[in-house]
T-cell receptor, first 115, second 112 residues
Framework: KAGVTQTPRYLIKTRGQQVTLSCSPI?????VSWYQQTPGQGLQFLFE???????NKGNFPGRFSGRQFSNSRSEMNVSTLELGDSALYLC??????????????FGSGTQLSVL | KQEVTQIPAALSVPEGENLVLNCSFT??????LQWFRQDPGKGLTSLLL?????REQTSGRLNASLDKSSGRSTLYIAASQPGDSATYLC???????????FGSGTRLLVRP
């Protein structure tokens, strides 16, 4: 069974640009959540999608958005990039989502560098 | 506001030693607690999940305990091996919002 796949693995962008990251969950999983990891702030929750609906959202500005498709694949978009958006972006999948006692399965992440 | 703290931030031990990693949280209204492992530049691997009604979980050489009332969890690693070298993170899922809040991790080095 294939794991969680995130593409691209690395991205370099300049300030003001926008970026789209992709996450393909484990087959059969319906929930995808996104996290930002930086040396200064650690791991922070961005949002979670379940069956194409955003069910939960962290404390990030509106420049961070996402969506989930009918095949459960998810995309995350960051507009008007800032230097502080440089981070490792991780996605995780599970079958039932947050209100279950299920383990999360993480992808290897997308390393975004904003110059 | 929930705060999750992990002490120590870094730990270096010789191979074969038993060790304990600590995680504390300020709000006991949690749904569950998970321990993860992260290798450099990689994603997280879930090690153990303890439901709020449980006291401990075991998997192989790993044992995690949870004391909700005192806001503490420990991860016990028996007979450590160099392959255990990684950063270990704990995360609590809140009971009301279901948001997942991570600690800052303990970086473990097991010396051969």
């Amino acid at each position: 069974k294939a794991g969680v796949t995130q593409t691209p693995r690395y991205l370099i962008k300049t300030r003001g640009q926008q970026v789209t990251l992709s996450c393909s969950p484990i087959s059969g999983h319906r929930s995808v959540s996104w996290y930002q990891q930086t040396p200064g702030q650690g791991l922070q929750f961005l949002f979670e999608y379940f069956s194409e609906t955003q069910r939960n959202k962290g404390n990030f500005p509106g420049r961070f958005s996402g969506r989930q498709f009918s095949n459960s694949r998810s995309e995350m978009n960051v507009s008007t990039l800032e230097l502080g958006d440089s981070a490792l972006y991780l996605c995780a999948s599970s079958w039932g989502g947050y209100a279950t006692n299920e383990k999360l399965f993480f992808g290897s992440g997308t390393q975004l560098s904003v110059l | 506001k929930q705060e999750v703290t992990q002490i120590p931030a870094a730990l270096s031990v010789p191979e074969g030693e038993n060790l304990v990693l600590n995680c504390s949280f300020t709000d006991s209204a949690i749904y569950n607690l998970q321990w993860f492992r992260q290798d450099p530049g990689k994603g997280l691997t879930s090690l153990l999940l303890i439901q709020s009604s449980q006291r401990e979980q075991t998997s192989g050489r790993l044992n995690a305990s949870l004391d909700k009332s005192s806001g503490r969890s420990t991860l016990y690693i028996a007979a450590s091996q160099p392959g255990d070298s990684a950063t270990y993170l704990c995360a609590v899922r809140m009971d009301s919002s279901y948001k997942l809040i991570f600690g800052s991790g303990t970086r473990l080095l097991v010396r051969p």
